[in-house]
């Protein structure tokens, strides 16, 4: 009966014990925790004063993906015996500079990928990767500043594609007017004096450029390991709502490991030139006319690894 005792007593001692240790480490741990939220504030503060000072901010960011599959004998696939592929990136590159009186904003992008289907079966398919995204984009805005969030500004923004039609078209906006920072990172541009330049090989007078309005929004944020950035560029025609376009980019990146994440990028676009275009020339419809087209929403995406600059 005295061993029993004895040994349950030394089990409570032990546990009574180990439970007195474990909220000893973990009140240790929190205040620990609590130190090292309190060192990242400074950093953050310390940073946040770094940011505020003039002088030229330059970033850049991209993601890259693409996989590669094939079968032999998969006789459940309409083509059983095949090699397939795509692959893609993005650069996202900025070059900022912030003095007490201007800023002088650049930024450029580029987005491509190719995609490959090799049917082994027959002689007729290509064995070349075809272009299925091609978007070059490049834009600078100096803007003069009357306050802390308003400043007079001009811009001028150039996009195209490069593999397979090059300045066909080629829209080049120039303009003049407002530009608001009401946050960190957020751009807000409104200029109602801008021209809209199409360059085209276009012999059916479906592209034509005009006089209207340029409003862009760009928002840029990073939010701890997540590297947020969305853009949306619209051109209103004062001619006539079908030469209006707009383009909206969203791109994400969260840090896994140093410099290195994944990364994810989606881009919408409407442009009714364009679709009279394909309609006329690639869906070979001669009909097609701007009143009867079905504008339909474009849009890329892209998901693979991310790496900062």
């Not at 990242?40 to 993906?65: C, H, M, S, Y």
């Amino acid at each position: 009966m005295k061993k029993t005792l004895l040994t349950v007593a030394l089990l409570l001692g032990a546990i009574t014990f180990y439970a007195q240790e474990r909220e000893e480490l973990e009140a240790e741990q929190t205040a620990k925790k609590d130190s090292i939220k309190a060192l990242e504030q400074k950093v953050n503060d310390i940073q946040a004063e770094i940011d505020a000072l003039p002088g030229w901010r330059v970033n850049a960011f991209g993601t890259i993906g693409g996989n590669i599959a094939g079968s032999n004998n998969w006789y459940s696939n309409d083509i059983p015996n095949s090699a397939t592929g795509n692959f893609g990136f993005s650069i996202n590159a900025m070059a900022h500079l912030d003095e007490t009186k201007f800023f002088w904003k650049n930024e450029g992008n580029l987005k491509m990928s190719w995609v490959k289907l090799d049917n082994k079966d027959s002689t007729d398919d290509s064995d070349r990767y075809a272009a299925s995204t091609d978007v070059f984009e490049i834009s600078s805005l100096y803007g003069y500043k009357l306050g802390n969030k308003f400043a007079v500004s001009a811009l001028g923004e150039y996009r195209t594609s490069i593999l397979n039609n090059f300045n066909d078209p080629g829209y080049l906006d120039l303009g003049v007017g407002g530009t608001w920072t009401p946050a960190k990172g957020l751009v807000v541009v409104v200029h109602p004096f801008n021209y809209n330049f199409v360059f085209s090989s276009d012999k059916d007078n479906i592209y034509s450029s005009s006089f209207g309005a340029k409003i862009v929004g760009d928002y840029m944020r990073d939010f701890g390991d997540l590297k947020f950035k969305t853009k949306l560029s619209t051109f209103l025609s004062y001619k006539t709502m079908n030469y209006s376009n707009w383009t909206w980019t969203n791109t994400f990146g969260y840090t896994i490991w140093g410099k290195l994440g994944v990364g994810f990028e989606i881009g919408l676009r409407q442009n009714k030139q364009e679709a009279l275009d394909y309609n006329r020339n690639i869906l070979n419809d001669p009909t097609a006319t701007f009143n009867n087209i079905d504008n339909k929403l474009q849009n890329y995406w892209l998901v693979g690894l991310n790496y900062s600059i």
